[in-house]
């Protein structure tokens, strides 16, 4: 019932700052928590951030605490992930899910709907 598309991705060095996006289809945006994951290679699949419906709730991942934000535009139908301060560590193709959940889930199995991703790499 909604299609992800990831942008934003790309080549940048440590300590530099990227913004990925995440446009979502239909009319039901709001009805839907979204959530940031990533995967390197060689590596599973990891949780980055995660934000309520109504955005009073946010989740992130230890390892990008205080470096990553996530918020929502739901007038646009979009998802953001402000990455500040990249380490070589952050690079990953990022995949934004949804969720219909009202639980503050974290699992990737317990989101619906995925994007195709976009690459992020962070070099030293």
């Known amino acids: 019932q909604v299609q992800l598309v990831e942008s934003g991705g790309g080549m940048v060095q440590a300590g530099d700052s990227l913004r990925l996006s995440c446009a979502a289809s239909?009319?039901?945006?709001?009805?839907?928590?979204m959530g940031w994951f990533r995967q390197a290679p060689g590596n599973e699949r990891e949780f980055v951030a995660r934000?309520?419906?109504?955005?009073?709730?946010?989740r992130y991942a230890g390892s990008v605490q205080g470096r990553f934000t996530i918020s929502r535009d739901n007038a646009k139908n979009t998802v953001y992930l402000q990455m500040n301060s990249l380490k070589p560590e952050d690079t990953a193709v990022y995949y934004c899910?949804?969720?219909?959940?009202?639980?503050?889930?974290?699992?990737?199995?317990?989101?619906?709907?995925w994007g195709q991703g976009t690459q992020v790499t962070v070099s030293s």
């Open positions: 899910a949804a969720t219909t959940s009202y639980t503050p889930v974290v699992v990737g199995k317990m989101f619906d709907y």
């Open positions: 239909g009319r039901t945006f709001s009805n839907y928590a």
């Open positions: 934000i309520s419906q109504s955005s009073s709730s946010t």
